[in-house]
């Protein structure tokens, strides 16, 4: 029973300790595209105006939005339009970052009063038409951004959930739909040739599933405390603890796990990415750096995000769970709406390490 209240305060105090943050919105999100109506879907662009109506400059991280316009990364939520609507499937990359290694070009500025624009010609490859087949499609822009707020040196210690408001705009693609494909992967590299990078990779995945074993397992007697609250708001504790399961039970013989960069989406402080047409995960140059789970209990901290595990984690849970990503960052990602946070990759990987911390500790 000493051993449950210890836990039980620690977990409250975790909680306390934990501040998300959000402000007020200044962006203004318009998007507008070339045509109303094209023959093929290889034609359509669609162009992306961000305004700051604020007073304050903002230094807005790229990543998981519009401004990511050179990754095939999701930057819209594509919806055909008839008696029943359906998502068109996002088919390019998610991606996992290392907050502390982002430089310069993984932020854009926009001074107070100002916009910047940014156009996107690469739908075709990114999300699956050839399936949806010819018609109207609507096009919904990203609306949560992360700015840079504070005096830090390091982003991971002060960035902020914003949320926007934004247009959306129809397309009618009246014939040509057909797949565009993707840079095309070296298919020859199915493992990793680097026997010290190849030992990461299977202990990241070891540990992944270790990870989302013990969380699992916690969320059947704590469902109701602040900590799960904090990560999944009010969003069925089954349902979270159902993906944990998942993760845990993955065992896909065909999925593979890389230290190559077939897609060219290692760079600016990204640390994994898997494409989400083969669920194939590709680790960048920061994962060779990450640390083994039980540093969380001497030499690193939850926030830090740089469990080897954890990491993976996160990427099974696009492959598993059809999470997305919409922010990263421990803090940012309590800072969600319940629908972001049961959706929001990162949630998955810093609750699951705060479960191990908590417990394992």
Known sequence: MLFSSLTTALIAATAALA????RESGLVVTVSTNAVEVESIADLAVTAKVENTGATDLRILNFATIFDANRLTRS?????EGEAEEHVKFTGVSLNI??????????????AGGSVTVEHTNLAEIYDFETAGTGSFTFEPATVFQIEEGNSLNPVDNLVSLDSTSNSVTVD?????????VAAEKRAVVTCNNASQRAQIQ??????????SITANWISSNS??????????????????????????ENSSSRTLSCTDPYGACSGGVIAYMLIATTNIYFCQPFWS?????????????????????TTLHELSHAVASTIDVTYGCSANQG??????????????????????????
């Open 203 to 212: 202990s990241s995945y070891t540990e992944a599933k270790s990870m989302a």
């Open 224 to 249: 109701g405390s602040a900590l799960y609250r904090s990560y999944f708001g009010n969003n069925s504790p089954t349902t979270i603890r159902n993906r944990f399961v998942t993760i845990a039970n």
């Open 98 to 111: 290392d907050l502390s290694l982002v430089d310069d070009s993984g932020f854009t500025v926009i001074p």
């Open 76 to 80: 819209f939520t594509v919806i055909k």
């Open 173 to 181: 693609v009246t014939a040509n739909v057909a797949r565009r494909e």
């Open 290 to 310: 990450n640390v083994p789970q039980t540093r969380l209990c001497s030499g690193t901290s939850v926030a830090q995000r740089n469990i080897r595990g954890g």
């Open 336 to 361: 969600l709406s319940d629908a972001n946070k049961l959706r929001n990759a990162d949630n998955y990987n810093c609750f699951a390490a705060q479960v191990y911390q908590n417990t394992q500790c």
């Open 19 to 22: 501040s998300p943050m959000k």
